[in-house]
């Protein structure tokens, strides 16, 4: 019986349980969040991994449930990237403090201050975070222009063209994706090719008349208002009337 009672005691004492989350051996065991609220999986996994946790319920409210299934025991770290995940599905983010962290909206968040990585060493995380770039060519404003729309919804991407650099604001992992996309196209063959079409693009217009030139302006024009007509009938769509 003593033996029983001694087993059982090393037993409990090697699993600690957290509000239904539950850690064997250092690893969090398989668990499933199944339509719980945003704030009892964060008060759940917060706990387990131990971390102080500040945040204003009513940003928690009319959010939509979590559902997330673990199969096998994984490690406090990858928790807590589900953590993060949790978190940017739900437009909200975690800035860590000297306490623990605080947990608000992203929208918010990238008015306060978080620390800045350099290029490579952003870490590849679920969690917003700031990077830098300093780009060897003067491409700053046509990568932001391509890479913008596939930003987060409240993700950042700034040029400083005198700097010759780019600051991002999104989770870890995408913007390492940018990163790798950025190290691709900063190159001296592409900037070679990019003064080479702008030498062309120059020599074809200085051969242009002065009516060709008010036509191309035109035309341009055009484009432009068609532009901001699709931009606004897709901002504000025309209701369509119900027949009956």
Do not use: C
Not at 94 to 120: A, H, K, V, W
Not at 144 to 155: E, F, H, Q, T, V
């Amino acid at each position: 019986m003593k033996t029983w009672f001694f087993f059982m005691m090393i037993f409990l004492s090697s699993i600690a349980i957290a509000n239904g989350l539950q850690i064997k051996d250092g690893k969090v065991l398989p668990f499933e969040f199944k339509n719980v609220s945003l704030e009892v999986a964060i008060e759940e996994i917060s706990n387990v991994l131990d971390l102080s946790v500040a945040y204003n319920k009513s940003d928690l409210k009319e959010k939509l449930p979590v559902t997330l299934k673990v199969v096998s025991a994984i490690e406090k770290e990858e928790l807590k990237e589900y953590f993060f995940r949790i978190l940017s599905m739900h437009n909200m983010s975690y800035l860590e403090e000297d306490f623990g962290g605080i947990i608000m909206p992203t929208r918010n968040s990238r008015d306060f201050y978080i620390p800045l990585y350099e290029g490579q060493k952003t870490p590849d995380t679920n969690n917003n975070v700031l990077s830098s770039y300093r780009m060897q060519y003067p491409f700053g404003g046509m990568f932001i222009r391509n890479m913008r729309p596939d930003l987060s919804r409240y993700g950042r991407i700034m040029d400083f063209p005198k700097a010759r650099s780019i600051l991002i604001y999104d989770t870890g992992k995408k913007i390492q994706y940018f990163l790798a996309s950025l190290k691709e196209f900063d190159t001296k063959e592409n900037f070679d090719r990019y003064i080479e079409k702008r030498k062309e693009d120059a020599i074809k217009e200085s051969k242009k008349s002065k009516e060709e030139k008010k036509i191309a302006m035109l035309e341009d024009q055009i484009k432009e208002l068609e532009m901001s007509s699709k931009k606004s009938q897709e901002i504000n769509p025309t209701p369509k009337n119900d027949k009956k």
